[in-house]
């Protein structure tokens, strides 16, 4: 079954909503081609999926909380799986670039993410920079305190899952980071 | 009333508050840790937030992360369910610090009575019957001295204790050296303080305990008591209310003790007074609970009360809409806590549920966060689910449970239901007849009777 990038227009035609089936086709064919990262959404439910470094079947993460919505999980390979909530962030569909050991920087904090130092600052770090290992990346904000992230890795950055003032969870992927 | 509820806690309980934050209109804010990513208490959350992997100590128990939740959905009120932070004076007060209100008591009703030895004093002076004891113990001969004059057999306790750690029997004088020792160092261990105290022995008592809900207008009123003597090492196993051991008259009069005393200490919330009572119906305050417990259940059967929509309504300022002490009791009820454990060694079963079925019928309730295909982490507590049933009376409610256990599939996991099914058959039970040591005659140890 082809994946399919969701358009607004596609997205208005099709009233079908995930099949498990189809979830695991997907994460077949993400294995297949190797993708390291990939996020749809399909009829108000969105999957991302994220495979992890070392060679191995891609695991399903669940929707992650965008702060002001609900934060239901969707597990797609166990069944059966709570339904899913109502996502009303826009559309994101581009599957990324593969890349065998593209690194995930995860937020080891509950808080809020700030992509600069303060309000007027310009961001730490922006898309195709390269950063270093224990460079300051964002700050996350909880109770009052600014913790600052750094990186866990050398490379380039290739994604930025966040918005500045965005609130964010435990485990919440940040950035992307393609070594070098 | 509260804009929106976070519940600092898991399972069951962290579903009961949604089950009356839904009730009452409140949006609620869902915590947890990697682990319970597809809890029901997630699921059925308006929002929920991951705050830390599996390990309670970075999750369950991160005030920053608890807190930083809270703000970032923009809660007012946290509700910390039993266990985890329920009890933490420190815990109440960063809330209050960053205004947000804790739904419990005070933090100084916290504090006075998680230092058992305080609170055991301060209940004496306030009226109500204590075993004899000492204070914290300052010297070995103290000890010594002090046990001769209760008479033994003694028990050492942790003053910072509870849920028998740091507690230890002594059946005489030559012993007690050693165990006082051993009693100091298990208690510094478990809860960062050697102080412990005496109090004389009791050993095979009942333990009954009374529930009790306070206002912020200075009205307290008692629910009766609940019947908690079925225990294995200190964890209830099943409990019951009314106690078959309590008439009306001493309901009445210890209620009005525990009434006065709680007023005294300005107490507001839901909280659990412990007693013992030993074998000539005596009974003595042993410690007090100050949070929502397990059994609630079974007290809201006999009342028809929803205590914890009481907690959220107290909390937020509302008096209490009781008349007098109390409320009238109906009928019987008793509950069956059901563990996910090896019904022989009784060691706790992690696993995969693979078939689930809650039984129903009339005075059935089943409190549960486990469903078909739920993993049980073995991260937490075995607790899966709360069977309680009310009857018109007590041997109704003993056969509501024989048929409702009969009727609980649970099934991939071992559970504590054969168990739970024995007691239910035993005859002493059935006539009321048993203390804390009941239970004995079910292990490997001891034949069954």
């Known amino acids: ?180 | 009333m509260f804009g929106k509820i976070l519940i600092a806690n898991r399972g069951e309980i962290a579903l009961r508050v949604i089950c009356a934050c839904k009730e009452l209109g409140i949006p609620t804010v869902a915590v947890y840790s990697e682990a319970d990513r597809y809890s029901l208490h997630v699921r059925f959350a308006d929002e929920a937030v991951c705050i830390g992997p599996a390990r309670s100590s970075e999750s369950y128990l991160n005030v920053a992360a608890i807190i930083s939740a809270a703000e970032i959905t923009g809660a007012d009120a946290i509700h910390p369910g039993y266990g985890f932070l329920a009890e933490n004076p420190k815990f109440a007060e960063v809330c209050e610090t960053c205004k947000l209100t804790f739904i419990g008591p005070p933090p100084q009703a916290i504090h006075l009575m998680g230092d058992k030895n305080l609170a055991r004093k301060r209940m004496a002076e306030l009226g109500l019957p204590v075993l004899p004891g000492t204070g914290v113990l300052g010297s070995e001969e103290e000890a010594l001295k002090a046990a001769d004059e209760i008479g033994y057999p003694v028990m050492v306790k942790a003053s910072a204790g509870g849920g028998g750690k740091g507690m230890r029997i002594v059946n005489a004088a030559e012993d007690l050296p050693q165990l006082l020792q051993t009693a100091q160092n298990e208690a510094e261990a478990s809860f960062g303080s050697s102080d412990v105290y005496l109090e004389k022995y009791i050993p095979s008592p009942r333990h009954i305990e009374f529930q009790v809900m306070a206002d912020t207008h200075g009205k307290v009123v008692h629910l009766g008591e609940r019947e908690c003597t079925i225990q294995r090492r200190h964890q209830k196993v099943l409990e019951e209310a009314p106690s078959t051991q309590i008439n009306a008259e001493t309901r009445r009069q210890m209620g009005c003790k525990i009434i006065r005393a709680l007023r005294e200490v300005g107490y507001t919330n839901a909280g659990t007074v412990e007693f013992l009572m030993d074998g000539n119906r005596n009974l003595y305050f042993l410690e007090m609970n100050t949070r929502i417990q397990v059994e609630h259940a079974v007290t809201e059967m006999v009342t028809g009360l929803d205590l914890v929509k009481m907690q959220i309504q107290v909390a937020a300022g509302l008096p209490l809409p009781i008349e007098g002490d109390t409320v009238g009791l109906r009928g019987h009820a008793i509950e069956c806590r059901i563990c996910a454990e090896d019904p022989e060694t009784f060691a706790p079963s992690a696993g995969k549920i693979t078939g689930f079925h809650v039984p129903g019928g009339t005075g059935v309730r089943v409190d549960t966060a486990a469903y078909a295909e739920s993993i049980i982490p073995p991260y937490y507590d075995s607790l899966i689910a709360k069977l309680v049933v009310h009857g018109e009376d007590r041997s109704e409610a003993m056969q509501r449970m024989v048929r409702a256990l009969e009727m609980f599939i649970i099934e991939g996991i071992s559970t504590s239901i054969p168990m739970q099914e024995k007691i239910l058959a035993d005859a002493d039970f059935r006539a009321g007849r048993f203390d804390t040591q009941f239970l004995n005659r079910f292990s490997r140890n001891g034949a069954g009777k």
């Open chain 1, 1 to 180: 079954m082809p994946v399919k990038k969701s358009s607004r227009s596609e997205e208005a035609e099709n009233d079908r909503s995930w099949e498990l089936e189809e979830i695991q086709q997907l994460i077949d064919l993400l294995i297949k081609r190797e993708v390291a990262e990939f996020e749809l959404e399909k009829n108000g439910m969105r999957i991302r999926i994220l495979r992890q470094a070392s060679p191995g079947p891609a695991s399903a993460s669940p929707v992650n909380s965008s702060g002001d919505s609900a934060s239901q999980p969707a597990d797609p390979v166990s069944a059966p799986a709570p339904a899913p909530p109502q996502e009303s962030a826009a559309t994101e569909s581009q599957p990324e670039a593969p890349s065998e050991a593209a690194h995930v920087l995860k937020s080891p904090m509950v808080g809020t993410f700030f992509a600069s130092p303060s309000p007027d600052a310009p961001p730490f770090v922006a898309v195709g920079d390269r950063v270093s290992v224990g460079q300051v990346l964002c700050i996350v904000e909880a109770m009052k305190l600014m913790n600052e992230i750094e990186s866990e890795s050398a490379g380039e950055i290739v994604r930025i899952h966040v918005e500045n003032g965005q609130p964010v969870e435990y485990g919440q992927p940040l950035f992307t980071i393609k070594p070098f």
